[in-house]
């Protein structure tokens, strides 16, 4: 592939950075993450304070108080930053998510051209640029940019302490980024050191097919098992399959473009091989374990969990730049791009141009509750609550995407309460117990055929493109509702 050609494609791939970050809506985890910052900032106690994301009813919430405990230090503390400098609305997060999808790709170039050249350095930042889990991270303000960012700057100093061995400071990014990363997901400061443990001992073994599964195997049932769920499930084995399955069209496909694996002989492609290795089969036994604990949660199927939480193995993308790395390093000829495999190579190229632009197609502009947030807050009352009607998956990250537009500084009283249309809201209405302070119904896109007595609609006043089965009703009578 010509050097002009890789060039337009890093400027198509900066194109879909842009429209992305512009047009796709910011992501439920990015919500929940806005809110911990946002009373951070408001009260010094970072909290969520409509109540926990995983309910123990299947039928809806009961409001508390729910600290972060500092467990996403790192990630909150760049959110806090961006907030304090350019200050708290969608706008800013959608900018923050750019600046950070753009500094991702530009420290994938710098990493690459000092280490192998401008050539190959210009061909991994556009093939980096297309890549789908980048740019919907970018769409969506996933930590994923930032955690590939880290990774890059990681493994550069990992490759420049193999290149120089008497020079132990390229060794200690390497090791502060392990922690920052957990941080990032937050992940408890002791993983961190288990990390740094494995990785070292990886280089002790003989890492084969077999080593690989039973370390992934192990890793399902750990995080199984510390999320309380029984391990004793076909949902076990789904779960891995489907995880093994994720991780080549997610990344092998993206990386080698259909190239076959070098055998690695050199010394430093092994050493690099072997952490990374070890990595993928983490990651692949940690998604599935994620997807076996989310079905449990949700009480619902293995299939619809998968279906649901599609998206869950974007986290391998750390590992895109280490696995080309490894052939660099391995065969001073080595390119993305030869005879021997042009034609799979277009083709995964064109596979993933057409998914981003499918990505745009179903999921950039509309927006639903965060709408009829920056709408509240201009209408709501201090002491009005919120009804959230709701059966859709993650309801309660639905949520709460409503916070950052009706209380961007978290110093409202109103309170936002979660029921499925099947949970006999009505009665409880009536009743004026839990919600006795029910002035608002929000009813996301899952639906509501009725209006019920004494509550009037109130139209949704907004140029943006929404659904329409989203509504937003009113207590419409004189007297208090529950006086």
Same mark, same amino acid.
């Given at each position: ?63 508390? !108080? ?136 990886? +280089? ?68 690099? +091989? ?65 005879? !021997? ?33 920056? +709408? ?100 419409? !009578? ?6």
């Amino acid at each position: 592939m010509e050097k002009r050609h890789w060039k337009i494609l890093l400027i198509a791939g900066i194109i879909f950075h842009i429209i992305a970050a512009y047009m796709m809506p910011i992501g439920l985890d990015a919500h929940v993450h806005a809110t911990y910052v946002t009373d951070q900032m408001n009260d010094g106690e970072g909290d969520l304070e409509w109540g926990e994301l995983r309910q123990d009813s299947e039928k809806g919430s009961t409001p508390k !108080e729910v600290s972060s405990d500092d467990k996403w230090f790192a990630w909150h503390m760049i959110m806090q930053i961006w907030f304090t400098i350019f200050g708290v609305s969608l706008i800013a997060m959608h900018l923050l998510s750019l600046t950070i999808g753009l500094a991702c790709l530009a420290v994938i170039y710098f990493v690459t051209n000092d280490l192998f050249g401008k050539d190959r350095a210009l061909s991994v930042t556009a093939l980096a640029s297309i890549y789908p889990p980048l740019i919907r991270g970018t769409g969506r303000l996933y930590q994923e940019s930032a955690i590939l960012l880290l990774a890059s700057l990681a493994i550069y100093c990992v490759v420049k302490g193999l290149q120089t061995p008497t020079q132990k400071k390229w060794w200690i990014f390497p090791i502060i980024s392990i922690f920052i990363i957990c941080s990032f997901k937050g992940m408890p400061f002791w993983m961190g050191l288990v990390a740094i443990a494995g990785l070292y001992l990886c +280089q002790k073994i003989q890492f084969n097919l077999i080593t690989f599964t039973i370390i992934a195997f192990s890793t399902e049932i750990f995080v199984i098992y510390r999320n309380g769920v029984s391990v004793f499930s076909i949902d076990v084995i789904i779960a891995l399959l489907s995880s093994v399955i994720a991780a080549i069209i997610f990344l092998y496909c993206a990386v080698l473009l259909g190239k076959k694996n070098p055998t690695v002989e050199e010394n430093k492609a092994i050493i690099l +091989q072997n952490g990374t290795m070890v990595s993928v089969s983490v990651l692949i036994g940690w998604v599935a374990g994620l997807w076996v604990s989310e079905a449990h949660f949700a009480d619902t199927g293995i299939f619809e969990i998968l279906f649901t939480l599609r998206n869950n193995p974007r986290y391998l993308t750390l590992l895109f730049i280490p696995l080309i790395f490894i052939r660099f390093l391995n065969d001073e000829d080595y390119s993305l791009i030869s005879e !021997e495999n042009k034609k799979l190579a277009y083709s995964f190229i064109a596979i993933m141009i057409v998914i981003n632009l499918a990505v745009f197609s179903v999921t950039v502009g509309e927006r639903g509750t965060q709408i009829i947030g920056s +709408q509240l807050n201009g209408e709501i009352d201090d002491g009005e609550d919120i009804l959230f009607i709701s059966d859709s998956d993650l309801a309660m990250h639905r949520m709460y995407t409503m916070h950052i537009t009706l209380d961007p500084d978290s110093d409202k009283s109103n309170l936002a309460i979660w029921r499925t249309t099947d949970s006999g809201w009505e009665l409880e209405l009536n009743d004026c117990e839990d919600l006795k302070n029910i002035v608002w119904i929000v009813v996301d896109y899952t639906g509501l055929d009725t209006t019920p007595d004494g509550w009037e609609s109130v139209e949704i006043d907004t140029d943006d493109v929404i659904n329409l089965q989203y509504r937003l009703l009113k207590w419409s !009578e004189s007297y208090d509702r529950c006086p």
